[in-house]
Nanobody, 119 residues
């Protein structure tokens, strides 16, 4: 099994920045895909950004140009740099990782970290 531990959420003013981190507990198997999703009250969970083990990235239109996803594959850690934050970015942010190696094959989620953008 794999645990994902997130950090970096908090309260920030509009226009500010935050950096989220998510570390997988297993480093002996490499995640082939890691990403961030978010869920605001009353809304469904939505994709924010993803990154493959090869470095390919994908972003939701609402965050393009403001958020940057990156990863340290050796550490099975993914980051989300969030700039120019808006009140509509307020949500619980969840880390996701997918493993294909049989001992840990599966789709894993972190516990979530709250991001609040407010003046």
């Amino acid at each position: 099994q794999v645990q994902l531990v997130e950090s970096g959420g908090g309260l920030v003013q509009p226009g500010g920045s935050l950096r989220l981190s998510c570390a997988a507990s297993r480093r002996d198997f490499r995640a082939y895909y890691m990403g961030w999703y978010r869920q605001a009250p009353g809304n469904q969970r939505e994709l924010v950004a993803t990154i493959s083990s090869g470095g390919g990235t994908n972003y939701a239109d609402s965050v393009k140009g403001r958020f940057t996803i990156s990863a340290d594959n050796a550490k099975n850690t993914v980051y989300l740099q969030m700039n120019s934050l808006k009140p509509e970015d307020t949500a619980v942010y969840y880390c996701n990782a997918k493993f294909t190696a049989k001992p840990v094959m599966g789709d894993y989620w972190g516990q979530g970290t709250q991001v609040t953008v407010s003046s």
